[in-house]
Each structure stands twice: as structure tokens, then as C-alpha cells.
């Protein structure tokens, strides 16, 4: 089930597309936050309510079978989770760690896999959604080779990805104050999350008629 905010005006019903937009790295400065902030932008100027957040702020556990047992969800995996349910759509940047996506992201999607309670739906939180990949890193791939394992994994849980997708080469020389140096590449980038939009627009009317 889509998650979807209406907005009345004099003539017609608007639906607002809910995306949620994050990166595989907490680091100070990351290259893939400020990556994912720019396609936020592009969704958020189309009319998407966008929600930023940063993974270093739901700090959990490596996922063990034995603690989850003894615990249940953590406490901001759970937290995690409910963000995903909450919105239609995800923005997804990656840094690459030895040629695939980072075990930061690969943790938080194996907490948020994990059903609550009996009767939960599997995968709950990535069924019926869509989500664009992107990734920066120093070197002349951009962390390229990390996006396909994450399409795999997204995929096989039920996301369905925007064929759509853009590795940032040569990181340190790329960005400018949240900015990418290159305004073509910028506006690749913005244009990546306003086609996120669009996508759960159409989505959202073929489903409503
Ligand atoms: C353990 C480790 C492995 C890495 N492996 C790769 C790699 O395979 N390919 C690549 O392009 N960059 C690699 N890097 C460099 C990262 O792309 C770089 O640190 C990048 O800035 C991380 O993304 P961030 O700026 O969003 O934190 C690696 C870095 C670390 C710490």
C-alpha cells in the first residue's frame, strides 16, 4: 500500500508522492549525503515531500538471529523501518567498500526486512516501492560496480528500481559547497529524483483510476 498525502485545490485532487532519501555512509562530509540531497531537491521542486534523513542517526546493531531473538527490533532499526513504510519511494546513494554497497546500508535494510509481528507481511517495508540508485566515490568507476549488487538486493525484495541510475567519478574534485562543480552532472542528478517523482505520480494515478 502507497503512503499518500492529498491536497485539495479549486479544480483538482493532487496527490503528493512520499519519498524517503538517504546513504550507505555516515561519514562527516560524505560525498553520497550531499549526492543524495541534490536528487532530493529535484523530487522536492516537482512537488514530492521528501524526508532527508541520515543513517549515522539510527545507530543498531550488526543483525544477529540470537539478539533479535533475545530483543526483538532495536529501537532505531524499528524506527528505520517505519520511515520506509511511511513513503512510497526511496533515494539511494551508496558508497562503494571493495566493490559493493556498504555494510552501514546492507545492516539497516537486513534489521528492516524483519517482520514485527505473526501476521506481518514479509518484506513489508520494500514491497510495492520504487527507488533510484546513485553513488560517488574518488575513484574512475563512482562506486559503479556497488550499485549492482544493491539493484539485486532491492529488487529480490520487492522494489522496483528506475532503470535510471548515476555513479559520480573522482569524488573529492566533484563537489562544491553541497554542489556538484559540473552543472550538467548537477542537473543529471536533480533530474534522477524529479523522474523518481514522476514515476510515483504515474504510479499513483494508474493506481487511483
Ligand atoms: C574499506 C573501504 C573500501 C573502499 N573500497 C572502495 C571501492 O571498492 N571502490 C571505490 O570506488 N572506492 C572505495 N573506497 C573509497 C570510498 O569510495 C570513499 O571513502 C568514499 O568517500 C566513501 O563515500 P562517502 O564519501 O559517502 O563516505 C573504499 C573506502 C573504504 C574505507
Known amino acids: 500500500m502507497l503512503y499518500q498525502f492529498a491536497l485539495f485545490t479549486n479544480t483538482?485532487?493532487?496527490i503528493m508522492s512520499k519519498i524517503l532519501a538517504f546513504s550507505g555512509s555516515s561519514r562527516?562530509?560524505?560525498?553520497?549525503?550531499?549526492?543524495?540531497?541534490?536528487?532530493?531537491?529535484?523530487?522536492?521542486?516537482?512537488?514530492?515531500?521528501?524526508?532527508?534523513?541520515?543513517l549515522g542517526n539510527y545507530p543498531m546493531p550488526i543483525f544477529c538471529?540470537?539478539?533479535?531473538?533475545?530483543?526483538?527490533?532495536?529501537?532505531?532499526?524499528?524506527?528505520f523501518k517505519q520511515?520506509?513504510?511511511?513513503?512510497?519511494?526511496?533515494l539511494i546513494a551508496s558508497p562503494?567498500?571493495?566493490s559493493s554497497f556498504s555494510a552501514l546500508l546492507k545492516n539497516a535494510l537486513d534489521w528492516a526486512s524483519r517482520a514485527t509481528t505473526p501476521d506481518e507481511i514479509p518484506l513489508s517495508a520494500f514491497q510495492g516501492k520504487f527507488a533510484t540508485l546513485m553513488a560517488a566515490s574518488p575513484g574512475n568507476l563512482g562506486g559503479l560496480r556497488g550499485l549492482v549488487s544493491l539493484r539485486m538486493l532491492l529488487g529480490n525484495m520487492g522494489?522496483?528500481?528506475?532503470?535510471?541510475?548515476?555513479?559520480?567519478?573522482?569524488?573529492?574534485?566533484a563537489f562544491?559547497?553541497?554542489?556538484?562543480?559540473?552543472?550538467?552532472?548537477?542537473?543529471?542528478?536533480?533530474?534522477?529524483?524529479?523522474?523518481?517523482?514522476?514515476?510515483?505520480e504515474k504510479f499513483n494515478d494508474n493506481s487511483n483510476n
Open 159 to 173: 522494489v522496483t528500481l528506475a532503470p535510471s541510475q548515476i555513479a559520480i567519478a573522482k569524488a573529492y574534485a
Open 176 to 200: 562544491e559547497q553541497g554542489k556538484l562543480v559540473d552543472e550538467f552532472k548537477h542537473h543529471e542528478v536533480s533530474e534522477l529524483g524529479a523522474n523518481l517523482h514522476l514515476l510515483l
Open 12 to 14: 483538482s485532487l493532487i
Open 96 to 98: 562503494e567498500y571493495n
Open 83 to 90: 520511515l520506509l513504510l511511511e513513503n512510497d519511494g526511496f
Open 28 to 54: 562527516k562530509g560524505s560525498f553520497n549525503q550531499q549526492l543524495v540531497r541534490i536528487a532530493a531537491r529535484g523530487a522536492q521542486v516537482l512537488g514530492s515531500e521528501v524526508t532527508i534523513i541520515n
Open 65 to 79: 538471529q540470537d539478539y533479535e531473538n533475545e530483543h526483538g527490533m532495536p529501537a532505531k532499526a524499528a524506527e
